[in-house]
């Protein structure tokens, strides 16, 4: 069982920046593939980013590449998500997401990840 804990949300102008942390319990969190997702009122949830479990690999979605960056700090069991030039679309709860074992459809499916955390919301002003 793998316990994942978001912190960092909150309200910032467009244009502003944030940083998500994701803390999790385990500490075989290292092995674990990382992802961000996001769920906005009245929407689906949608794929932000992912991280392989050595930081090598990384993915985003077209609408956040080349202003959100996935990391990851293996020796304190966190991922982050820094998000730059935000927009009001991206308001949203932002969910992190945990798995040992990356199975199909893959990184940017919701299926494919088996821990989540509670989400930390990130509002976006115009």
């Known amino acids: 069982q793998v316990q994942l804990v978001e912190s960092g949300g909150g309200l910032v102008q467009a244009g502003g920046s944030l940083r998500l942390s994701c803390a999790a319990s385990?500490?075989?969190?290292?092995?674990?593939?990382m992802g961000w997702f996001r769920q906005a009122p009245g929407k689906e949830s949608e794929f932000v980013a992912a991280?392989?479990?050595?930081?090598?690999?990384?993915g985003y979605a077209d609408s956040v590449k080349g202003r959100f960056t996935i990391s990851r700090d293996n020796a304190r069991n966190t991922v982050y998500l820094q998000m730059n030039s935000l927009k009001p679309e991206d308001t949203a709860v932002y969910y992190c997401a945990a798995t040992s074992t990356m199975v199909p459809p893959g990184p940017s499916s919701p299926e494919s990840y088996d821990y989540w955390g509670q989400g930390t919301q990130v509002t976006v002003s115009s």
């Open positions: 991280i392989a479990w050595n930081g090598r690999i990384t």
């Open positions: 385990r500490r075989t969190f290292s092995s674990y593939a």
